[in-house]
């Protein structure tokens, strides 16, 4: 999957320092990330951030998978 396919993150450098975002917004993916993996659903998280959509969210679990294809790391 082409980086192009991700047209809802963005990253700038004077925004976030350089992390991945959400449209712009100083917002992080890994935020979003972090709160999905303690149990937060995707209708909770767009009730706590009601500027985000549902596309947003989903692009950002894409885009860690997108990035965790790119290296296998053995865990022993």
Request: charged share 20%; glycine share 10%; hydrophobic share 35%.
């Amino acid at each position: 999957m082409p980086l192009e396919h991700f047209n809802r993150i963005t990253q700038d450098p004077g925004t976030m320092g350089g992390k991945p975002c959400i449209r712009g917004m100083r917002l992080t993916v890994g935020r979003i990330l972090s709160q999905i993996g303690t149990g937060e659903t995707i209708e909770e998280l767009l009730v706590d951030y009601p500027y985000l959509e549902r596309e947003d969210i989903l692009q950002s679990l894409q885009y860690a998978a997108w990035l965790a294809q790119g290296r296998e790391v053995a865990l022993t």
